[in-house]
């Protein structure tokens, strides 16, 4: 009395669903650990150096006293010359740490200190979306568990399965063995 093609194709769907559902709480609990650093600022380059063009509300660099129109020269007494120069050197320094910005104001030079803070997060498409991958997931295994007879049951299950990686799963940019699987499974 053994296992016949169709029971098998039963267990191996149910556990890789198990398997992927798993991976999708580790992912999320990785998305909610990892946070990009920022400095609340959105550069702009110009001939006599990056420009802070906005500063976002909650981001740091406003209360620490930096105002649109300040010119960047150098952070940590790093020149910088692209908004990439500061974000490579935010990313180096991480979040919580303090960063002393060598500015220009108005002709003048001046020095201020900004403690990093994490990138906020506002509730975007993304949520909705990883909800809408929960239900594809849910209803797959309950079409699979509730038709399993159903000649094309299986199928369905297969393509829930794959709707909810595609919306539940984003990869966090940290690259753990855990985000470049999620993001191999978002690629292909």
Known sequence: M??????IRLVLLTALSLLCAALGVVNLRDRG???????GVVWES??????????LREGPAGPAGLRPGDVLMAVNANPVRQPEDVTRQLYELGVGATARYQLVRAGQPLELRITLAPEPRPITVKAFLRVVGVLYLLLGLFVLWRRLRASRAQHFALYCLASFVLFAFSYTGEFTTVDWTVYWMNVV
């Open 46 to 55: 110009a001939p006599n150096g990056l420009v802070a063009q906005s500063l």
């Open 33 to 39: 650990a990892f946070g990009l650093v920022s400095d």
């Open 2 to 7: 053994g296992l016949d093609r169709f029971e």
